[in-house]
């Protein structure tokens, strides 16, 4: 089977490891993918242990299931490989290198670091599956990494994760793994996803809520194409963390007691500001510190080292309780108001991702499409309405929350427990507060700034 001269010029394989051998190696244009990693069918008088039943919903024997596992280096993406080649099926295991490890600021405990590449393919030399380690860096860097500074430097709270899984896990390792003859590609989120079969398409599936809800990360995931939905598998789905870690004890993995990843592989301890002015210059422009009423309280270094919602370390002290309201990047203002001008009832989207059985525009007409939704990932789902008006998609928070930022996530969901569906969302475009509070911030914005 010839390799896709596409995939091995964009995608350079750093190295290989099986079992019995780790060797690092770069594949010329036109190399065939080796024998050993072509799809093959085994005997139906294999002595291999195999599950009886195809567990990842496919019509065919596990043995004949090619299933590529995204493997981070961490205990989940492990346990996953371990489950689906203990229940037989002919797995792979591939971990991306996503940036420079030399030059990029990073800490213990973030994924895809050295030290997770090397704990992968030990994991996969004990389980007994080939691997790879892809080399994403530029990807990443132009995908995920430059988007997220440009979007914190324009007053936004994005969320690289959702950018990672729109751009380099789920559709440039997806197509890897489909040019690796895989049936699938496995993850160790967690979420579920089952079958939602529907006229043209009998194989649809659909996502919903986790079993531990401490560790729901459908929020991450709500940008997930139905495409990439039905071609993803999510083993962990119905298992509760300690579960796995009891897995990888058992199976004698390596990784069994390693700390959890954080969510943001590249930005250390926390501090955004760090990694943009690193590798973002003259990002950080000095500006006024303005209080909603037209006051000018105080001046900044940069409007990057603040979120909305922030109250300590603003900068001022007036005697009243002061949070950030709004950033505003084309004047480079941080404007302050009390708590009350926090409150948002209302968020408009972009980018929506709809993964409901009617259209878009079909659900958001008229009286609305009563949901649930999230801005953040450590809320539960609260009552809501996403609904078209003139000025585009939104959805209407009936209880609402505090401090919506753009860029920040808008999650749907059909309820607000477990096994909630999802139902997917958008990234917030702008939100609107009470009327006396957005009445001050228009005017506060419309008026000149001077020079």
Request: include cysteine; charged fraction near 25%.
């Amino acid at each position: 089977m010839a390799a896709n001269p596409r995939l091995l010029r964009e995608v350079a394989i750093l190295s290989i490891s099986t079992a019995t051998k780790a060797r690092r190696t770069s594949l010329p244009e036109e190399q065939e993918i080796p024998p050993h990693l072509q799809r093959k069918r085994r005997s139906e008088t294999s002595t291999e242990l195999a599950a009886p039943v195809n567990t990842l919903d496919f019509d065919k024997k596990p043995e004949d299931t090619r299933v590529v596992v995204a493997m981070s280096g961490g205990v989940d993406s492990s346990v996953v490989a371990g489950i689906l080649k203990r229940q037989g099926y002919d797995v792979l295991g591939i971990t991306l290198q996503l940036y420079d490890h030399g030059a990029a600021v990073h800490r213990a405990g973030s994924c895809c670091a050295g030290q997770d590449i090397d704990d992968a393919r030990r994991v996969c030399e004990t389980l007994g599956i080939p691997h790879y380690v892809l080399d994403y860096e530029k990807r990443f860097r132009d995908t995920v990494i430059n988007p997220f500074m440009e979007s914190y430097v324009a007053g936004e709270t994005p969320i690289p994760c959702v950018s990672c899984n729109q751009t380099v896990k789920f559709a440039d390792l997806l197509a890897t793994a489909k040019e690796l003859g895989a049936d699938a590609l496995a993850t160790g989120h967690y979420i579920r996803s089952r079958p939602n079969p529907a006229s043209g398409n009998p194989s649809r599936r659909a996502l919903y809520r986790p079993a531990d809800a401490d560790r729901d990360q459908s929020y991450f995931l709500f940008a997930t194409t139905q495409e990439q939905i039905d071609y993803l598998r999510f083993p962990l789905g119905g298992l509760p963390k300690a579960e796995t870690r009891r897995l990888a004890e058992e199976m004698g993995l390596v990784v069994a007691k390693k700390a959890d990843s954080q969510d943001i592989c590249f930005v250390p301890q926390g501090k955004y500001s760090d990694i943009i002015t690193k590798l973002k210059p003259n990002s950080a422009l000095a500006g006024e510190i303005v209080h909603l009423d037209g006051r000018v309280l105080g001046s900044h270094d940069g409007i990057l080292h603040y979120t909305i919602g922030q109250r300590r370390g603003i900068g001022v002290a007036t005697g009243e309780p002061l949070y950030v309201v709004f950033l505003d990047a084309r004047s480079r203002r941080v404007i302050v108001g009390p708590k009350e001008a926090l409150e948002t009832h209302r968020v408009y989207l972009r980018d929506v991702n709809w993964l409901g059985d009617e259209p878009l525009a079909e659900a958001a007409s008229g009286e609305g499409f009563a949901c649930y939704a999230k801005v953040r990932s450590t809320r539960a789902p609260t009552p809501a309405v996403l609904r078209a008006d003139a000025h585009g998609i939104c959805v209407d928070l009936t209880v609402g929350e505090a401090g919506v930022a753009p860029g920040q996530a808008c999650a749907l969901y059909s309820a607000p427990g477990d096994d909630a569906r999802v139902f997917g969302g958008g990234f917030v475009e702008r939100s609107e507060r009470e009327p006396a509070a957005e009445a001050s911030l228009r005017a506060l914005l419309s008026r000149p700034v001077a020079a």
